[in-house]
Each structure stands twice: as structure tokens, then as C-alpha cells.
């Protein structure tokens, strides 16, 4: 299994924007997709974001399409998530997950994950 550590979270208000970060601890994300997922209280944790293990291909859900931009930086070893406009429905906890070769949207499609970053957006 793969150890991932988010970072970058925190209580900003709406329309600002925020980059997340996630990198594995003891290993390379070499082979790996990686995912961005979302869980607000009382709801299901939700897909936000993905990216092949190239990084050659991105996908995001409909709710965040033109706001969000996912990337990688193998040399850094480190995928980010850029979150522009931000709202408050965007509050809550955001987790990385990672998994060999190519981009799942569900999280039953995940073993390696990370222990998730607050976000929360004030009106």
C-alpha cells in the first residue's frame, strides 16, 4: 500500500482559490493515478478530480468543471489541485487517493489513501 499526506487546506472565503497537494510518503507515485475526492457532513464522499499515472489525461466531475485543475509534478512526486472560484457548497474534507495505471471515480475503486485537508469556505 501507498501512504499519502495532503496538505494545503484551510478557512478561506468564497471566490478565492486554494491549491491542494498530496505526495506519498516512502515511495514514488511512479505507475500511479491519482484522485481527489470530497466528503462534506452528512453526505457521500464524492469524486472531484483525477489524473493518469502519465498525466496525460485529467477528468473532473461536472460540479467543479472550469474551476478546478489537477496536475502532477513527478519530480516533485507531488499532484496538486488548484481550486479556483471557490464556494461554500466546495466545504469539506478533500481526499487523495492513488491506484496503478488509470483513474477510477469511485472510491471503492481505492486502497491507498490519504487521511484528508479541511476545506472550508466562508460566505
Known amino acids: 500500500q501507498v501512504q499519502l499526506v495532503e496538505s494545503g487546506g484551510g478557512l478561506v472565503q468564497a471566490g478565492d482559490s486554494l491549491r491542494l497537494s498530496c505526495a506519498p510518503s516512502g515511495r514514488t507515485f511512479s505507475g500511479y493515478a491519482v484522485a481527489w475526492f470530497r466528503q462534506a457532513p452528512g453526505k457521500e464522499r464524492e469524486f472531484v478530480a483525477g489524473i493518469s499515472w502519465s498525466g496525460g489525461t485529467t477528468y473532473s466531475t461536472n460540479s467543479v468543471k472550469g474551476r478546478v485543475t489537477i496536475s502532477r509534478d513527478n519530480a516533485k512526486n507531488t499532484v496538486y489541485l488548484q481550486m479556483n472560484s471557490l464556494t461554500p457548497e466546495d466545504t469539506a474534507i478533500y481526499y487523495c487517493?492513488?491506484?496503478?495505471?488509470?483513474?477510477?471515480?469511485?472510491?471503492?475503486?481505492?486502497?491507498?489513501w490519504g487521511q484528508g485537508t479541511q476545506v472550508t469556505v466562508s460566505s
Open positions: 487517493a492513488a491506484r496503478p495505471l488509470s483513474v477510477l471515480t469511485t472510491p471503492s475503486g481505492y486502497i491507498n
